[in-house]
């Protein structure tokens, strides 16, 4: 196995007064599925942002593909053409069909010429199951197929990793699934991917490793059913007892 | 240009009065302008098929020409008709006309807005319609139209600055009366710019105050649907 | 006769209509820089935007106008007062309408801009592709009412001895002795104009509209 795809060293991160993630380091493999739980406002968006770089960390490093892209001579805006990213609100450009939105990464940031991009395009977009929505304006769609198109424009970039902020915290229930499935098959076909998101179940059955963060440091990490029936540490089985006792419940139903 | 300080020195009694004039015509204009935005407003919401007919052919009217057109209008176009007003009064008429066409919009707008369960409410306890127009929705609608009346005085002070044109002896006359005797125009109406800035300056610090003061606790910009 | 005496007013109706024509564009695009500057510049640009708008906006336009038609047509630069006067009035809309720009700008999210450069766009390509398609759609409405207004400031140009709609119809009541026609047909035109400045642009709107039922 050669080194990680990414490596993030000693991380931290200030606003303000107040430290919101500190010394993080961790590796991920290429093909590997990683889910960060934990409670709410522990920085775990914030980590995501500042491994595509949209938010600047204070210190420490962050390797993709072997380079530093923490360094100052590296082309921020390169680099997130190799990092992908899913919001937890969509983020859709509005003004532009589903199509165009896979696309414009393509034609406008890639230079892709318009036959292929477009190509590429309707390519992802039935990846995502929605390429009969294709000339749907954002504004037409449900929060799911906004999502998914979301996720397919993020893919249409050919990301080295793909990160996805909360994908369903802002989706009505029954939608959740549809972008859940995407998210399954993705990760089946050893796309590398960073989660952030409270569906256990899905952390259970997908993850390669889940890593529990908590005021601003990782308190564990390790494979699924390590983590949920064997945690070493005393919050992470706190946390996840609690969890479990609302997500459990969900899936007796089930 | 570096002339403007020594017009400030020199000049100064003509600018306060200049000033003074357009003051003047700038609290005429609005006042004038309230009444008839008030009584537009007012017929267009609650009254019947011919005086909203009215209210709508002034508003559309006054709204949809040239300030400077409804001037020449009524000081140049009326006598024709026998009709012959002086200077004065003709710049007073042309600017409440004006600002009342504009001040009517405001004014619909938060009228409408109060809502009509207000309207419910006031008639189930025995009010009269102009009653509870009164006692009930006009309280509530003026304080609503604040915020946005509130660019209305600024706005016609910049607009009384026409009416030099038929020569009414306001700041921009004076401007005027600066550059004819000093052969500087640029530096004449740099002077009388600087003096609009700081009546602009002063009303809106003003207009500012006199919201605070105004304001319902709880009663948002927005407005409540009853 | 009562051909003529309209005919020779309505020939001021392309004079009208071509000081607008230089005003508006000239205004739209001073106006969207500075809202550019405004919205997305360094302290010292905001700075400076900002106080260009409160200085222009604070001051009656026909003063403006007169300031810039003097030193437009003056020795530095030497215009004709059409010219001179339709840019000057361009140069006072572009405050108004960097107001309308900015708060176009202001109001699509900050995401937009955060999705498009997760995606790889530099932030010019963000403003270009993403931001500036949607605030100009949501701008049009504001910028309509601007529009009309730029229209009916150009009979402003009268006092420049531009031979525009109000200028001929005083011209006419001098030599006729009608005045009330004169200047009643005058107000006549220009509120048609208005009115058809406002259903084109309205039509724009509707047109430019993006949809939000399913289809």
Redesign the interface.
């Known amino acids: 196995m050669d080194s990680p795809i990414l490596q993030v060293k000693n991380l931290t991160k200030i606003y303000g007064q107040n430290v919101i993630f500190e010394n993080i380091s961790l590796d991920v493999n290429r093909g590997e599925t990683i889910v960060i739980i934990g409670p709410s406002g522990t920085g775990k968006s914030t980590l995501l942002r500042c491994i595509n770089l949209l938010t600047p960390a204070n210190s420490g490093q962050i390797f993709l593909n072997g380079q530093e892209i923490t360094a100052p001579e590296s082309n921020e805006d390169k680099v997130r053409q190799q990092v992908g990213m899913v919001f937890q609100n969509f983020l859709l450009f509005n003004h532009l069909t589903a199509l165009d939105n896979v696309m414009v990464g393509l034609s406008k940031v890639k230079k892709m010429p318009k036959a292929r991009a477009r190509e590429k395009a309707l390519y992802e977009l039935n990846r995502v199951g929605l390429s009969d929505r294709a000339d749907h304006y954002p504004g037409q769609l449900s929060g799911g197929q906004q999502q998914r198109v979301g996720i397919a424009r993020a893919l249409a970039m050919d990301p080295s990793v793909m990160l996805f902020d909360e994908p369903t915290s802002a989706l009505d229930p029954e939608l959740i699934g549809e972008v859940l499935g995407v998210m399954e098959t993705l990760a089946r076909e050893h796309m590398t991917m960073l989660v952030v998101t409270h569906e256990m179940g899905f952390a259970r059955e997908v993850a390669n490793r889940i890593v529990f963060m908590e005021k601003g440091s990782i308190v564990e990490q390790g494979k699924p059913d390590d983590l949920f029936y064997r945690p070493q540490h005393e919050r992470t089985r706190e946390f996840l007892w609690k969890i479990s006792e609302l997500y459990g419940k969900k899936e007796e139903k089930a | 240009m570096s002339d403007v300080p020594e017009f400030f020195i020199r000049f100064w009694p003509q600018l306060l009065q200049g000033a003074g004039i357009t003051l003047l015509l700038t609290v005429q204009g609005l006042a004038a302008g309230l009444v008839l935005g008030l009584l537009s407003a007012l017929a267009r919401v609650y009254g019947n098929k011919f005086w909203r007919g009215l209210a709508v052919g002034y508003v559309?009217?006054f709204r949809?020409?040239?300030?400077?057109?409804?001037l020449?209008?009524i000081y140049?176009?009326?006598?024709?008709?026998g009709i012959t007003l002086s200077r004065e009064w003709s710049a007073f008429l042309a600017l409440g006309l004006n600002s009342g066409a504009y001040q009517a919009e405001y004014l619909r707008g938060s009228i409408l807005a109060i809502g009509e369960g207000q309207m419910m409410a006031g008639r189930a306890i025995g009010m009269s319609k102009w009653r509870a127009i009164w006692e009930i929705i006009l309280p509530q609608a003026l304080r609503l139209a604040i915020p946005a009346w509130a660019n209305e005085p600024v706005s016609l002070?910049?607009?009384?600055?026409?009416v030099?044109?038929i020569a009414v002896p306001e700041l921009?006359a004076v401007?005027k009366t600066i550059a004819a005797r000093t052969y500087n125009?640029?530096g004449a109406?740099?002077t009388?710019?600087l003096v609009?800035?700081a009546i602009?300056?002063l009303l809106d610090a003003f207009l500012k105050w006199a919201e605070v003061r105004v304001k319902i606790p709880g009663f948002e910009a927005e407005g409540r649907k009853a | 006769m009562f051909g003529n005496f309209f005919s020779y007013i309505l020939q001021g109706v392309s004079i009208t209509i071509a000081v607008t024509l230089v005003a508006l564009p000239a205004g739209l695009v001073l106006g969207l820089g500075l809202a550019l500057l405004n919205t997305y510049g360094g302290p010292w640009l905001k700075r400076l935007s900002a106080g260009y708008s409160l200085l222009m906006r604070g001051v009656p336009p026909v003063v403006l106008l007169f300031i810039l038609y003097f030193i437009l047509s003056g020795n530095v630069v030497n215009l004709t007062p059409f010219w001179a006067g339709s840019i000057s009035l361009g140069i006072i809309s572009s405050a108004y309408q960097m107001e309308i720009l900015r708060g176009a700008l202001l109001s699509i999210s900050g995401g937009q801009m955060t999705a498009a450069r997760a995606i790889g766009m530099s932030r010019i390509q963000a403003i270009r592709y993403i931001i500036l398609p949607q605030a100009l759609r949501i701008a049009i409405p504001p910028w309509s009412n601007e529009a009309s207004i730029v229209l009916k400031d150009s009979s402003l140009v009268y006092a420049l001895g531009v031979p525009e709609i109000l200028r001929r119809a005083q011209q006419l009541s001098a030599t006729n002795q009608q005045p009330l026609l004169a200047f009643g047909a005058a107000a006549l035109i220009y509120f048609v104009l208005v009115f058809l400045v406002n259903r084109g642009l309205d039509a724009l709107a509707e047109k430019t509209k993006l949809p939000t039922q399913a289809a």
């Open positions: 559309e009217l949809g020409t040239p300030l400077l057109v409804q020449f209008l140049y176009g009326l006598p024709g008709i002070l910049k607009s009384t600055a026409i030099f044109l921009m401007g125009p640029i109406y740099m009388v710019a609009y800035l602009v300056y």
